[in-house]
């Protein structure tokens, strides 16, 4: 069982920058892939950025050259450096961990934090 808990959201104006941070319980965290997600009023949940546990990285087209995705494994952490967001950036944005076990794909989700980018 795997827990995450997200933290950093928060009201920004649009340019403006936050920094999300998701701390996973349990001593296999550094195994597992981990990335952000989010979710805005009316539309699917989508992928924003994950990284593996070797550290390869991904990131959805509309957030390349402005977010960054990291983890910290000794604290059992991965962040979201959100830089010159817009007003689209707005979403609950979700932590997710997973593995597989016996061939099937393990999902773990946080809590959510609100990002509101506006003026």
């Known amino acids: 069982q795997v827990q995450l808990v997200e933290s950093g959201g928060g009201l920004v104006q649009p340019g403006g920058s936050l920094r999300l941070s998701c701390v996973a319980s349990?001593?296999?965290?550094?195994?597992?892939?981990t990335g952000w997600y989010r979710q805005a009023p009316g539309r699917q949940r989508e992928l924003v950025a994950s990284?593996?546990?070797?550290?390869?990285?991904n990131y959805a087209e509309f957030v390349k050259g402005r977010f960054t995705i990291s983890r910290d494994n000794a604290k059992n952490t991965v962040y979201l450096q959100m830089n010159d967001l817009k007003p689209e950036d707005t979403a609950v944005y979700y932590c997710?961990?997973?593995?597989?076990?016996?061939?099937?794909?393990?999902?773990?989700w946080g809590q959510g934090t609100q990002v509101t980018v506006s003026s």
């Open positions: 997710n961990t997973n593995f597989y076990l016996m061939g099937f794909r393990q999902d773990y």
């Open positions: 349990g001593s296999s965290f550094s195994a597992y892939a």
């Open positions: 990284i593996t546990s070797s550290g390869s990285i």
